[in-house]
């Protein structure tokens, strides 16, 4: 069974994974994302998700591009989501596999306090400001559907003190 080129950045892998099984998953790109912070309240963009057919509330996010670093990815994805720019250099919280079992996709989460407002966000893109309270309602509604997003939130709260 050969590997199946999807599209440039997603391919379907078929590993042999026993004498007749094999183990398919997906090659696909890595991700960035920002949770940006003005007072105490946070920047939540939302947009329509096709694959699950709603309005999905979510931080700042997109794909690393080819060449592209993750942080370069973050600022690039704050401010064409948001159209805000950080003030400062944004700081790395940290790094983690999205879904091991079926995906080789790695998602790294920035954050930034320091924000100035340089012009609109991208179209079909709501932005929100909400406070820490407000998100956690959001997940319950299952309104805030991201499982890497809503990880990195509770990274963020639980160690607030090193941001």
């Known amino acids: 069974m050969k590997d199946i080129k999807l599209t440039n950045q997603i391919s379907l892998i078929n590993k042999k994974f026993k004498k007749k099984e094999f183990y398919h998953y997906f090659k696909t790109s890595n991700l960035s994302l920002v949770i940006a912070k003005i007072k105490n309240k946070y920047i939540l963009v939302s947009q329509k998700r096709v694959p699950i057919n709603k309005i999905n509330y979510e931080f700042p996010s997109g794909i690393v591009e080819k060449n592209e670093t993750t942080l370069r990815s973050a600022q690039k994805e704050l401010t064409e989501e948001t159209g805000y720019k950080s003030r400062s250099k944004l700081i790395k919280m940290i790094t983690f596999y999205t879904e091991p079992g079926r995906l080789t996709t790695k998602i790294t989460g920035y954050y930034t306090k320091k924000l100035i407002k340089i012009s609109k966000p991208e179209k079909g893109i709501k932005v929100h400001l909400l406070s820490q309270n407000d998100i956690f309602k959001l997940i319950?509604?299952?309104?805030?559907?991201?499982?890497?997003?809503?990880?990195?939130?509770?990274?963020?709260?639980?160690?607030?003190?090193?941001?």
Not at 140 to 163: D, E, G, P, T, V
């Open 140 to 163: 319950l509604k299952q309104k805030f559907n991201n499982s890497s997003h809503i990880a990195m939130f509770l990274y963020l709260i639980r160690n607030h003190k090193n941001f």
